[in-house]
T-cell receptor, first 117, second 119 residues
Framework: DTEVTQTPKHLVMGMTNKKSLKCEQHMGHRAMYWYKQKAKKPPELMFVYSYEKLSINESVPSRFSPECPNSSLLNLHLHALQPEDSALYLC????????????????FGPGTRLTVL | AQKVTQAQTEISVVEKEDVTLDCVYETRDTTYYLFWYKQPPSGELVFLIRRNSFDEQNEISGRYSWNFQKSTSSFNFTITASQVVDSAVYFCALSAQGSRDNYGQNFVFGPGTRLSVLP
């Protein structure tokens, strides 16, 4: 059973709304990730947090704003999204990230299916 | 650069058949790790296996087995006696140590293989 939880499971929002996705892990991991996955594609990395600090931002538009309040929690704040941002957003965690790289196993949450109208 | 190829986009089998999912990878690193994940229709990526580049022993876990061949840069996954519950998209992934100056994505997913097991 996964120990990475994500809320909400589904989210529908308009282009002017502000919403947040939440992720929590209970494995004592020190690295957390946000991925975006479009239909029939593999996940694409968006952000990596290591020891609660942002270590990688894969050139994600500023309408996506990550936040890591503590080692167990990861948020993704959404504002002024576009319809093409509709996707499955996956959170993952791993033991740690040494420098910019991690070869540890990443454990994924169930995802949030986001629809932008 | 690192790359993972899963040549089979979609596979359909009848229940109880054996099926092999192919994965071919490219990396210049000598230390790397290979993974398989399962993504059922619910969306969650389920971790199946992690194998390091120095361990070429095949692995078996119940109906699942993995064949790692460094000579052909392949890490294939076989499901024996497939079941309807095995229907999912399966991703092979590669992660390498990389170089100190090479910042960027080092956990690379293949495009995935959609497996349908028919009753």
């Amino acid at each position: 059973d996964t120990e990475v939880t994500q809320t909400p499971k589904h989210l529908v929002m308009g282009m002017t709304n502000k919403k947040s996705l939440k992720c929590e892990q209970h494995m004592g991991h020190r690295a957390m990730y946000w991925y975006k996955q479009k239909a029939k594609k593999p996940p694409e990395l968006m952000f990596v947090y290591s020891y609660e600090k942002l270590s990688i931002n894969e050139s994600v538009p500023s309408r996506f704003s990550p936040e890591c309040p503590n080692s167990s929690l990861l948020n993704l704040h959404l504002h002024a999204l576009q319809p093409e941002d509709s996707a499955l957003y996956l959170c993952a965690s791993s033991q740690e990230v040494r420098g910019p790289y991690s070869t540890d196993t990443q454990y994924f949450g169930p995802g949030t299916r986001l629809t932008v109208l | 650069a690192q790359k993972v190829t899963q040549a089979q986009t979609e596979i359909s089998v009848v229940e109880k058949e054996d099926v092999t999912l192919d994965c071919v990878y490219e990396t210049r690193d000598t230390t790397y790790y290979l993974f398989w994940y399962k993504q059922p229709p619910s969306g969650e990526l389920v971790f199946l296996i992690r194998r390091n580049s120095f361990d070429e022993q095949n692995e078996i876990s119940g109906r699942y087995s993995w064949n790692f061949q460094k000579s052909t840069s392949s890490f294939n996954f076989t499901i024996t006696a497939s079941q309807v519950v095995d229907s999912a998209v399966y991703f092979c992934a590669l992660s390498a140590q990389g170089s100190r100056d090479n910042y960027g994505q080092n956990f690379v997913f293949g495009p995935g293989t959609r497996l349908s097991v028919l009753p």
